[in-house]
């Protein structure tokens, strides 16, 4: 059973039609539909049979003064069209359901209060406490929450390299054994997954695992050195749960190499400005749990235009301290935030730390920096670190990103790619610290650093695109050739539609102009501007547009957005995969006054309406009285044989 199907809109009738009306409808429907009795139809559509020679000319038609000899049937029947007498089968079903729906009381009256979809999920209109549209709402949440319980997958990888023996051997031009850069070295890696599940509203479980390598060197007997691989995992799983629109409650415990440890995180809106937190934590260590308290208060200064928010955090434990953070974010197009800045002050009881940081998005994705001094520690003043990224995105949920960082102990260039949740990410070292180097040996290991993200750039630019410029150049011409083969498919079916219920729409439209009800001249359906990919659904419109058959004044139409392809008569002409907008053109006349309409496929269509009428003044006025005079003498014309 089609769920989105409107049976009154099938048989031509409107909602609070008589048994009778319903009946009558659907047998005029049956005789012009069912297909056995399609064979007329079939045979105007039909291509004609080749004429019968078999070696010979064909017979000559006798002059027109002499009546016509009787040509004898062809040996061979007159090809069929099966596409034709499949669309007549399914038409036939269609109605069918209709009006084995509409001609039983209690079926109906589901229809009327549920739907189809009522109809397919087995409902009754009067369920236990007589108020069915409530049961079925409530059915429908529940069954909206049950689908929309995705779990939520996401992942890291990480791998770190070590380049600064290719550094050395590319200063000193060393080209034996292979490429400077082939003695990169594997100095460990680690990945991390997350997965969190709905389980209840506002309840999400989630676990986290994460698994880390790192090599190290150690130093035994004999001043030898044995390169070693240490491992490290930890096992996290977190409880969620929403206690209110502004309270928050998270509880989480975790398993790893460092030892048990266990944490609880309460959040609550104070104002819708203001935000407290409280963290309590059991933190794990090789020589057991230590706690930790942290608080956090956050403040939102402006929203609008640019939104301005700061935080305070005090935290009590190994590492107690106070920080104070600004953010600064002011949007763009489309909502996103296209310019953001930021600044951290941390005041440790050993060291304090200054963070800047700034970013720019842009169309083809973003760039930023962000730079870190000391402030004070036990040495004095701290060296500063300098970092610069760039993102570009690819796609949807897809993008890659480079980055350049200047640490305290080494030249770091990481190189990440991003996609749907997923990350993988490749730092490599090319050199120690950058303050405590030969400036020459800093700048070749930056430039060696940024070499991969200027590499990638290339390869994008002069490789990648042209790639796919080709790609979409093909796939467009196979999509056209496709498209065209749809259009004419979708003409066929709509010829074929209109073919069967030509005579009963033209009866409509005879009872509808002798009671001054509307009238549809012309409707078009497709790709404005393309006469190939518009499709003729006048007649169509014209049975959908019936009305009452005891008072065609009420005649009427409403068809609902996204659902011209899907009507009753219709067809997709063009594809969606080729992006091109459709629209539905209407030229119709109510109380013998021309009107007009077109709308977008996206939009609803709902006529008569006072909006639509033509002045005498508009060009299309003309014009539509030409077509009202043409459709009325193709509609007496019919109805004169019909009665002969």
């Not at 409808?25 to 012009?32: D, E, F, H, I, T």
């Not at 019968?52 to 090809?79: D, K, L, W």
């Amino acid at each position: 059973m089609d769920e989105t199907a409107d049976y009154y809109g099938v048989l031509g009738v409107t909602r609070d039609a008589t048994p009778d009306e319903i009946k009558k409808a659907y047998r005029m429907l049956a005789q012009a539909l069912h297909p056995d009795k399609c064979r007329r139809a079939e045979r105007a559509l039909a291509v004609p049979p080749p004429p019968h020679t078999n070696g010979h000319e064909p017979r000559p038609r006798p002059p027109p003064s002499r009546p016509a000899a009787r040509e004898p049937p062809s040996r061979r029947p007159p090809r069929r069209d099966p596409e034709l007498r499949d669309a007549a089968t399914q038409l036939f079903a269609s109605i069918s359901t209709a009006h084995e729906v509409l001609s039983d009381p209690r079926k109906r009256e589901i229809y009327d209060h549920l739907g189809a979809e009522g109809l397919a999920a087995g409902m009754d209109v009067v369920p236990y406490d007589g108020d069915s549209q409530r049961r079925w709402e409530e059915i429908k949440r529940a069954r909206d929450k049950a689908e929309g319980r995705q779990a939520e997958l996401k992942s890291t990888a990480s791998a770190q390299l070590d380049a600064r023996p290719a550094v050395a051997r590319l200063r000193e031009g060393a080209w034996e054994g292979g490429p400077p850069l082939a003695a990169a070295v594997a100095r460990g890696g680690s990945v991390n997954t997350s997965l969190r599940v709905p389980v209840a509203p506002g309840v999400t479980v989630g676990a986290t695992g994460q698994v880390a390598t790192r090599r190290a060197v150690a130093r035994v007997g004999g001043g030898r050195q044995v390169a070693l691989d240490v491992g490290q995992a930890a096992f996290t799983g977190t409880l969620d749960w929403a206690a209110g629109a502004d309270t928050h409650v998270q509880l989480s415990g975790t398993l790893g190499s460092s030892g048990p440890g266990a944490a609880v995180w309460f959040s609550r809106n104070v104002t819708p400005y203001d935000q407290l937190a409280v963290q309590m934590q059991l933190q794990g260590t090789p020589h057991g749990p230590v706690p930790v308290l942290a608080l956090h208060a956050h403040r939102t200064f402006s929203s609008a235009p640019a939104q301005n928010a700061g935080m305070l955090s005090w935290t009590v434990g190994p590492e107690s301290g106070l920080s104070l953070s600004l953010t600064h974010k002011r949007p763009g197009r489309g909502g996103a935030y296209a310019r953001a800045a930021s600044a951290k002050l941390e005041l440790g009881v050993q060291a304090a730390a200054l963070t800047l940081a700034a970013s720019r998005a842009v169309a083809w994705g973003s760039f930023g920096g962000r730079a870190k001094g000391s402030l004070a520690g036990p040495r004095g003043l701290g060296l500063p670190e300098l970092e610069a990224s760039v993102t570009r995105k690819l796609g949807d949920g897809r993008s890659a990103s480079s980055s350049v960082s200047w640490t305290s102990g080494a030249i770091v260039g990481k190189t990440a790619y991003h996609h749907q949740g997923h990350r993988f990410e490749a730092p490599v070292v090319w050199h120690g610290s950058p303050w405590a180097s030969d400036p020459e040996e800093a700048a070749v290991a930056t430039l060696a650093a940024a070499a991969g993200p200027l590499l990638s750039v290339a390869a994008y630019h002069l490789a990648w695109r042209p790639a796919r410029w080709l790609w979409r150049r093909a796939r467009g011409a196979l999509l056209a050739s496709g498209a065209r083969d749809a259009a004419e498919a979708a003409r066929a079916r709509a010829q074929g539609v209109a073919s069967l219920i030509r005579k009963a729409a033209l009866a409509r439209v005879r009872a509808a102009m002798g009671a001054g009800g509307v009238v549809v001249v012309r409707g078009a359906y497709g790709v404005p501007g393309d006469p190939s990919r518009l499709l003729d659904v006048t007649a169509a419109l014209q049975w959908q547009c019936a009305g009452d058959a005891a008072d065609p004044r009420r005649a009427g139409l409403r068809l609902p957005a996204g659902t011209f392809a899907h009507a009753f008569g219709f067809a997709d002409p063009s594809p969606p995969e080729l992006g091109r907008d459709k629209t539905l053109a209407v030229v119709y006349f109510a109380g013998g006054v021309p009107h007009r309409v077109e709308v977008a496929d996206a939009a609803p269509l709902e006529i008569p309406r006072p909006a639509h009428q033509l002045g005498r003044g508009d060009p299309a006025y003309a014009e539509a009285l030409e077509m009202y005079a043409a459709l009325a003498a193709a509609a007496e014309a019919d109805g004169g044989g019909q009665g002969a």
